[in-house]
């Protein structure tokens, strides 16, 4: 078995769609010869936005894993902005935020670069130097966001010029979506820019979730070769699946996991259900997560507040039962630009789910190609409204044909989390 050092800000007991990535990696990288040491922060310093204690029990109890200190200024800024809830990485409503929250903002795009979670870094850098020299590792693998957990790899690239580093990007750096939205100055953006370069120029290897993405950290420099940057997309747990049941006959429930902002804009989706309602009075959307409050206000301008249902944040467990127990999986991606290379982790486990999807975003995009090539369901743009409501009418009839109702995707085993990780062992062991 090959050790090596996993390096990771989101670990539970924290929650959401982030730390699903390394748990499941770290869960199968054993069975391709790879043995993992976790690096985390100290759960009781971290700003975790969510927490799911319940993922604790997938981590082996013959796993390492080290936990260290951390100087968290995201702690401080709640409290200076009379918050206790850590924010999210984009931001529901910037537009609308009281005037102390947006100074709080631009302290945080402007004085904490990449990110105010790079408190972290310096006690991460000297507890993987001492971990790297007792169990003579040679190879590291460090996953972001925060973008800022990279910067322990170009540390250690420094001390250690030998040492093979991994740098697993689940998310666009400079070019996220809601970058715009932190208010950088000029010199604060050239040197996140900076970071972002050096980070892609010197890790012998990048690993990102989709083929867009790759595209937008190959034109960062002409030093970054395209063969170094590995498309590993996020996957599903076949385990973390029941076998499918039949659903509720008297109600058609359309259900959306995850945040939804200000940004997704699915205006179009709540008109053709607005529309639909008078011929099938049993349909019903929930929600489960968060939802901004331009999106509520788009809820009650179609009148449907009676017809939707909040539940709120869950366990990752609950929140696959409320996808299971569903007749149509809803995915919306942002309204923003590189909307094309947006692939949510949500995605894969709809697909997990067999439930079918209704997806909005561009038709051309990372997303609407999976979709296609597993015959999962349909994306649509926002113009496509009566090819929305002509889905959704045939989805309601397979649903009174079929108590089951479910989905035989196609070639989806390629988004398993184990066959996943035997992708990112070929990436460690220098396969491919």
């Known amino acids: 078995m090959k050790k090596i050092l996993y390096i990771t800000y989101y670990w539970p007991p924290s929650g959401g769609a982030g730390v699903q990535r390394s748990l499941k990696f770290i869960k199968y990288l054993p069975e391709f010869g790879i043995e993992p040491i976790v690096l985390t922060v100290n759960a009781e310093k971290a700003s975790y936005p969510l927490l799911d204690p319940t993922l604790e029990k997938e981590v082996s109890s013959n796993l390492q894993v080290i936990r260290t200190y951390s100087f968290e200024a995201l702690q401080v800024m709640s409290m200076m902005g009379k918050k206790q809830q850590i924010p999210y990485g984009g931001f529901a409503n910037p537009g609308k935020e009281k005037f102390s929250q947006k100074v709080l903002r631009f302290i945080r795009g402007n004085f904490f670069i990449p990110d105010a979670r790079k408190g972290w870094v310096d006690y991460a850098v000297k507890a993987a130097q001492s ?3 007792e169990q003579g590792i040679d190879t590291i693998v460090i996953s972001s ?3 800022s957990s990279q910067l322990i790899g170009l540390k250690l690239k420094k001390k250690l010029p030998s040492l093979r580093w991994i740098a697993d990007l689940r998310d666009p750096w400079t070019d996220i979506y809601y970058y715009k939205d932190m208010l950088h100055t000029f010199p604060a953006k050239r040197k996140d820019a900076r970071y972002e370069r050096e980070v892609l120029e010197q890790c012998s290897a990048a690993v990102v979730v989709s083929d867009e993405i790759k595209l937008l950290f190959e034109k960062k420099s002409a030093k970054i070769s395209k063969e170094n940057i590995h498309v590993i997309p996020n996957g599903y747990d076949e385990s973390d699946f029941q076998t499918l049941q039949k659903l509720s006959r008297e109600t058609f429930l359309i259900t959306y996991v995850g945040t939804i902002a200000d940004s997704y804009n699915p205006q179009v989706f709540f008109s053709v259900f607005h529309d639909l309602l008078k011929d099938y009075p049993f349909m019903r959307i929930r929600f489960v997560g968060s939802v901004s409050g331009q999106v509520m206000q788009c809820i009650e301008q179609y009148g ?4 939707v249902e909040l539940i709120g944040h869950v366990s990752h467990e609950v929140a696959i039962q409320h996808m299971q127990n569903s007749a149509v999986l ?11 290379g947006i692939l949510t982790g949500k995605l894969f486990e709809y697909l997990g789910s067999k439930r079918p ?5 561009p038709e051309d995009g990372d997303a609407a190609k999976i979709l296609n090539a597993s015959k999962a369901g349909k994306m649509f743009s926002r113009e496509q409204k009566s090819e929305m409501e002509k889905w959704l009418k045939d989805a309601v009839g397979k649903w009174k044909a079929d108590a089951t109702f479910g ?4 070639n989806v085993e390629q988004y398993s989390r184990r066959e996943l990780s035997r992708k990112l062992a070929a990436v460690i062991l220098n396969e491919i």
């Open 357 to 361: 999807v209704l997806g909005i975003g």
């Open 407 to 410: 989905v035989e995707h196609v």
């Open 304 to 307: 449907l507040k009676e017809n």
């Open 330 to 340: 809803l995915l919306v991606i942002p309204e923003v630009k590189n909307d094309k």
């Open 145 to 147: 966001p925060p973008h």
């Open 131 to 133: 971990i790297i020299a």
